[in-house]
Structures are given as structure tokens and as C-alpha cells.
Nanobody, 119 residues
Framework: QVQLVESGGGLVQAGGSLRLSCSASGRTFSRYSMGWFRQAPGKEREFVARISWSSSSPYYADSVKGRFTMSRDNAKNTVYLQMDSLKPEDTAVYYC????????????WGQGTLVTVSE
């Protein structure tokens, strides 16, 4: 099993920035695809971004494209989500997730970190 711990959430004003971090342990991190998801009050969990082990082609949801940037540092077993130009609708609990090379869906999840964006 892979253990994931998110950090970096907080309260910011609209237009501000935050960087979320996700530290991984338990298995070989470098070959896992990693993802970020979020869940706002009253809504289903939604996809935000994902990145392969090679970091060659991050993929983003349309709602965050151009504002969020995902990256990873395999030497530190850590992935990041740089969030710029934040909007109130970005308010949610953000979850880090991991998918092994032989898995078709994200199996491992962190506990989440809360991001609140005020007007």
C-alpha cells in the first residue's frame, strides 16, 4: 500500500496562489501515476490534474487549465499542485491520489487538505 499525505491548504483571497504538496511512502513512487482531485460541499469528487511517472505530459481539467500546474520530484517522493489565479469556485477539499502501472484507476488516496478562496 502507498501512503499519501497532503499539505499546503489554507485560506486565500480570490486571485491569490497556493502550492499543495503530497508526500508518498510505502512503495516505489517513481513509476506511479499521480493525480489531484477535489470535492466541494454538496458536489461529487472531481478530477483536477494528473501526471505520469516521467512528468512528460501533465493533464488538467478544463476548469483549472492555465491556472494550475502539477509537477513531481521523484527524488523527494513528492508531487505538487501550484494553484494561481484562484477563484471562489476552487474552494474544496483537495485529495492526492496514486495509481500503479498495472491499475486502471486511482487506488490510493490521501486524507485531503482544505482550500478556501474568499471573495
Amino acid at each position: 500500500q502507498v501512503q499519501l499525505v497532503e499539505s499546503g491548504g489554507g485560506l486565500v483571497q480570490a486571485g491569490g496562489s497556493l502550492r499543495l504538496s503530497c508526500s508518498a511512502s510505502g512503495r516505489t513512487f517513481s513509476r506511479y501515476s499521480m493525480g489531484w482531485f477535489r470535492q466541494a460541499p454538496g458536489k461529487e469528487r472531481e478530477f483536477v490534474a494528473r501526471i505520469s511517472w516521467s512528468s512528460s505530459s501533465p493533464y488538467y481539467a478544463d476548469s483549472v487549465k492555465g491556472r494550475f500546474t502539477m509537477s513531481r520530484d521523484n527524488a523527494k517522493n513528492t508531487v505538487y499542485l501550484q494553484m494561481d489565479s484562484l477563484k471562489p469556485e476552487d474552494t474544496a477539499v483537495y485529495y492526492c491520489a496514486a495509481r500503479a502501472p498495472d491499475q486502471s484507476q486511482f487506488r490510493y488516496w490521501g486524507q485531503g487538505t482544505l482550500v478556501t478562496v474568499s471573495e
